[in-house]
């Protein structure tokens, strides 16, 4: 959900950037062809932009993890649980609400558009498709003014004589043959998606203005009277648009639309103002870009004068991923056991690493090693990979990590002091080490303002309410530190029940956990009890 929420924030960002460009630089220039492929491109930039942002490389610092933390098996899977979802007294979740709020804003746009879509296509059943010099037309009384859907012209017979059909036929040419309907499409569609995006809405209305530039152009290009022209446009001031998915004669009928059909045509010295999408287009870079964390240099990753170096080198390739549904986990730790040698898994869980002493079998000449696999939130994965004969690089080996559950063991912050960090890890000949970057969550504050808050919620609840019993509450810390899927499981009575889940749902955010740099939700596990 919260994917959603930021990719849409970011897709609207380009939006308002790319649409101010265009309204301060371009939309009073006559460069009509440029400035429809400006505005298509730049929605299109805007888009996809934050799909594949570019990554940059960061150089990861190890930081310590809280002591009083351990890891434990995932085994509460199966407990019957009871969610804080179910309980009366749960906080309200916005992130819910705006995606119900922004889902039915959306189905109401697409609704708006099919009921357009389907209204055109009834009428075309209706009163049928005719031709009428070289172009597909439809008569219908329905509507006054005329207007074109995909490569058909709908006009009122009532209200347009003969005289007029030419003039109003060589402008709609203009948007069949330059396939205008692909643009209002396309921008009615991203109207569904960012209906709250207000610039969205000023998007669809220059593009269908310079729809009408390039019509009138084309129009008066074809040797058509501009008096006449622009006395018959006049001449549809009272009406207004019906469809709009359409492109309609009298769309943005003003002054500006009268003045821009005579005006000097801007000298191609302006047309350097597209160059500003440039920055335009940095700026978004630079916003959207994404850190990719490496422990050190390649050089350094395997520093071979740790252990002695055997005769032969193992170079040891594999893949790293989740052991439920088989996606693969970035930046998860691969060394050698029993030494420092290791690296990290890439955006697609591949790794390779070299064991400069393996294991070698005297008979068979069979190299092996063993290679622990770590991932915050997920159990160590400990594998021996070989490859027989005299080969010196093994096939590909896969590591499945299952999820694992962090259990909280509080500590008494009254009476006993937290323990000192322990030290940075150094070697004594001064080698740079490898480093596993392997962050859990944090507390605002740390795990004595956790036991704090704890011992704090569970005194004041249980003297409003006189609980007492023990309950164990699992809940993870997202991404972005908030505290989600809440359970409770084995608890003593429906007051403790209650109440544990209220000092979950109650948690201030914390510090998400990171896996080299990269922010990844981990479970927790933590018992509390009310005496």
Same mark, same amino acid.
């Given at each position: 959900?919260?994917?959603?929420?930021?990719?849409?924030?970011?897709?609207?960002?380009?939006?308002?950037l790319?649409?101010?460009?265009?309204?301060?630089?371009?939309?009073?220039?006559?460069? $009509? =062809?440029?400035?429809?492929?400006?505005?298509l491109? !730049?929605?299109?930039?805007?888009?996809?932009?934050?799909l594949?942002? #570019?990554?940059?490389?960061?150089?990861?610092?190890?930081e310590?993890?809280?002591?009083?933390?351990k890891?434990?098996?995932?085994? +509460?899977?199966?407990?019957?649980?009871?969610?804080?979802?179910?309980?009366?007294?749960?906080?309200?979740?916005?992130?819910?609400?705006i *995606?119900?709020?922004?889902?039915?804003?959306?189905?109401?746009?697409?609704?708006?558009? &099919?009921i357009?879509t389907?209204?055109?296509?009834? @009428?075309?059943?209706?009163?049928?498709v005719?031709?009428?010099?070289?172009?597909?037309?439809?008569?219908?009384?329905?509507?006054?003014?005329?207007?074109?859907?995909f490569?058909?012209?709908?006009?009122?017979?009532?209200?347009?004589? /003969?005289?007029?059909?030419?003039?109003i036929?060589?402008?709609?040419?203009?948007h069949?043959?330059?396939?205008?309907?692909?643009? &209002?499409?396309?921008?009615e569609? @991203? =109207?569904?998606?960012?209906w709250?995006?207000?610039?969205?809405?000023? $998007?669809?209305?220059?593009?269908?203005?310079?729809?009408?530039?390039?019509?009138?152009?084309?129009?008066?290009?074809?040797?058509?009277? !501009?008096?006449? $022209?622009?006395?018959?446009?006049?001449?549809?001031?009272?009406?207004?648009?019906?469809?709009?998915?359409?492109?309609?004669?009298?769309?943005?009928?003003?002054?500006?639309?009268?003045?821009?059909?005579?005006?000097?045509?801007?000298?191609?010295?302006?047309?350097?103002?597209?160059?500003? !999408?440039?920055?335009?287009?940095?700026?978004?870079?630079?916003?959207?870009?994404?850190?990719?964390?490496?422990?050190?240099?390649?050089?350094? @990753?395997?520093? #071979?004068t740790?252990?002695?170096?055997?005769?032969?080198?193992?170079?040891?390739?594999?893949?790293?991923?989740?052991?439920?549904?088989?996606?693969? @986990?970035?930046?998860?730790?691969?060394?050698?056991?029993?030494t420092?040698?290791?690296?990290?898994?890439?955006?697609?869980?591949? +790794?390779?690493?070299?064991?400069?002493?393996p294991?070698?079998?005297?008979?068979?000449?069979? *190299?092996?090693?063993?290679l #622990?696999?770590?991932?915050?939130?997920?159990?160590?994965?400990?594998m021996? %990979?070989?490859?027989?004969?005299?080969?010196l690089?093994?096939?590909?080996?896969?590591?499945?990590?299952?999820?694992?559950?962090?259990?909280?063991?509080?500590?008494?912050?009254?009476?006993?002091?937290?323990?000192?960090?322990?030290?940075?890890?150094?070697?004594?000949?001064?080698?740079?080490?490898f480093?596993?970057?392997?962050? *859990?969550?944090?507390?605002?504050?740390?795990? $004595?303002?956790?036991?704090?808050?704890?011992?704090?919620? /569970?005194?004041?609840l249980?003297?409003?309410?006189?609980?007492?019993?023990?309950?164990?509450?699992?809940?993870?810390?997202?991404?972005?530190g908030k505290?989600?899927?809440?359970?409770?499981?084995?608890?003593?009575?429906?007051?403790?029940?209650?109440?544990a !889940?209220?000092?979950?749902?109650?948690?201030?955010?914390?510090?998400?956990?990171?896996?080299?740099?990269?922010? %990844?939700?981990?479970?927790?596990?933590?018992? #509390?009890?009310?005496?």
């Open positions: 959900m919260e994917t959603i929420f930021i990719f849409l924030l970011k897709a609207s960002s380009g939006i308002v790319f649409y101010l460009v265009y309204w301060f630089f371009l939309r009073k220039e006559t460069f $009509y =062809t440029a400035n429809r492929w400006f505005l491109t !730049a929605l299109f930039t805007a888009i996809f932009l934050p594949f942002p #570019v990554q940059y490389s960061v150089l990861a610092d190890p310590n993890n809280e002591t009083v933390l890891s434990i098996s995932d085994t +509460f899977k199966n407990i019957p649980v009871v969610t804080a979802s179910e309980l009366p007294d749960e906080k309200f979740n916005w992130q819910q609400a *995606l119900l709020v922004y889902l039915t804003g959306a189905s109401l746009f697409l609704l708006r558009l &099919l357009q389907f209204i055109l296509i009834r @009428l075309m059943i209706k009163h049928r005719k031709s009428l010099d070289g172009i597909r037309v439809v008569e219908n009384e329905k509507y006054g003014l005329p207007f074109s859907f490569n058909i012209v709908f006009f009122n017979p009532k209200f347009h004589t /003969q005289e007029d059909l030419p003039d036929l060589a402008h709609e040419k203009v069949i043959r330059e396939n205008h309907w692909f643009d &209002l499409l396309f921008i569609l @991203l =109207t569904v998606i960012f709250f995006n207000p610039f969205i809405w000023f $998007y669809e209305h220059s593009i269908k203005q310079n729809h009408e530039y390039l019509a009138d152009k084309g129009v008066l290009a074809q040797g058509h009277n !501009a008096g006449r $022209y622009q006395a018959l446009l006049i001449n549809q001031l009272m009406g207004m648009q019906i469809i709009g998915i359409t492109n309609n004669l009298n769309f943005a009928l003003n002054t500006n639309r009268l003045k821009m059909m005579t005006k000097k045509k801007t000298s191609r010295l302006h047309g350097t103002k597209f160059a500003l !999408a440039l920055p335009a287009i940095a700026l978004l870079l630079f916003a959207f870009a994404e850190p990719e964390y490496k422990a050190k240099p390649t050089e350094i @990753l395997n520093p #071979v740790v252990v002695q170096k055997g005769e032969k080198e193992f170079v040891i390739k594999g893949e790293v991923v989740r052991d439920d549904n088989g996606k693969p @986990l970035e930046g998860a730790s691969v060394i050698i056991k029993g420092t040698i290791g690296t990290v898994s890439d955006k697609d869980g591949k +790794f390779t690493v070299t064991d400069p002493n294991e070698v079998d005297n008979n068979t000449g069979s *190299l092996s090693s063993e #622990v696999v770590s991932y915050v939130g997920f159990e160590s994965f400990v021996k %990979v070989a490859a027989s004969g005299t080969a690089e093994n096939g590909s080996f896969t590591s499945k990590l299952k999820e694992g559950v962090i259990y909280i063991d509080l500590p008494d912050y009254k009476n006993v002091p937290p323990p000192p960090p322990p030290p940075p890890a150094i070697s004594d000949d001064g080698e740079e080490l480093i596993i970057v392997e962050d *859990l969550p944090k507390f605002p504050g740390g795990i $004595y303002e956790l036991a704090k808050y704890i011992a704090e919620m /569970q005194e004041n249980a003297r409003i309410d006189n609980i007492k019993g023990k309950a164990k509450i699992m809940f993870t810390i997202s991404e972005t505290v989600t899927n809440i359970s409770v499981s084995e608890w003593n009575n429906q007051k403790v029940l209650k109440a !889940a209220t000092i979950a749902s109650q948690m201030p955010d914390w510090t998400p956990g990171k896996q080299h740099g990269k922010s %990844v939700p981990v479970k927790y596990l933590m018992p #509390v009890e009310f005496n």
